[in-house]
């Protein structure tokens, strides 16, 4: 709407360092959404729907609340990024610095996130194709569906459950993921020790290496092998199964531990709300 765009401009000519953009509770439709603040100046969008939504900030933070978009593209250089309600469409952030990443829920066919220093956290995150990356953040996840590839160099990686393939990759972090639902689980640390919570009665094919390996005592493994080489060790074995070769859970740590646990849905759920 013309009259959105126009307090826009106002807004911003008239130098406030907070832009609010909501017509009174009403969803407003937008071509190209394209707004960049400098020094520490504020975004807030909220309810919009729109082709391409553009937002840049230096460090000021962008607060986005239910917005529909073809396309959402977010860059900040120490700002924060915080998103209420849904975000809805492919899905570009990137946050540099201390900028940081917090979103209630994301959905859209391929999500990209990346920060450096910051935090990356979503509670729902819903993507055919997901790429999160932090150099020295943590990426914290709540409940993750489709295809997800996460990494990191120093962050740790936590999902609260996943249901789709998962590849998560970091040099120095932990990694602690509770697998509700299988396909592939593929998870590497070079320093970090690696935290693999199953359902026990989750169908699966494992893998796990590191320096050490535990297997909680409700799990139990079938047709097991280990072997172990200069201080790792490998363990691979079945859970429930053994025919489905798609189905399949490796967990590589150079100089960390393996724990492999059960875990009930009902207790990620409860973890979650606590
Ligand atoms: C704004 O929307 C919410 C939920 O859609 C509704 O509960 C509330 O009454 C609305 N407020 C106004 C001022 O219309
Ligand atoms: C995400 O990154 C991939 C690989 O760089 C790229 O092909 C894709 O277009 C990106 N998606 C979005 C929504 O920016």
Known sequence: SPLGLLCCVLALSLGLSDLFLSVANKTLFILDLDIKTSGTGCVKVQKI??????????????????????????????????????LYGNTDICATEKGSVNIEKLQGTTINISTEDGLLKTKYLYAESASLSSESGDIMLGSVHGNTNLQTKRGSITVDSSDGSLKASTYHGTIDVYVSQLREVDLKSQKGSITVKVPASLK?????????????????????????KDDHVTLSGHMNQRDEKDKWIKADTQNGKVCLKSQSWIQSVKLKSS
């Open 49 to 86: 729907e729109c082709d391409n939504c553009r937002i840049e900030t230096e460090k000021g933070t962008s607060v986005l609340q239910s917005i529909k978009s073809h396309k959402i593209d977010i860059r900040t250089n120490g700002g924060k990024v915080i998103g209420l309600g849904t």
């Open 204 to 228: 699966a094919y494992l893998e796990l290496a590191g320096r050490k390996v535990d297997v909680s005592s409700e799990i139990q493994l079938k047709e097991t092998q280990s072997a172990s």
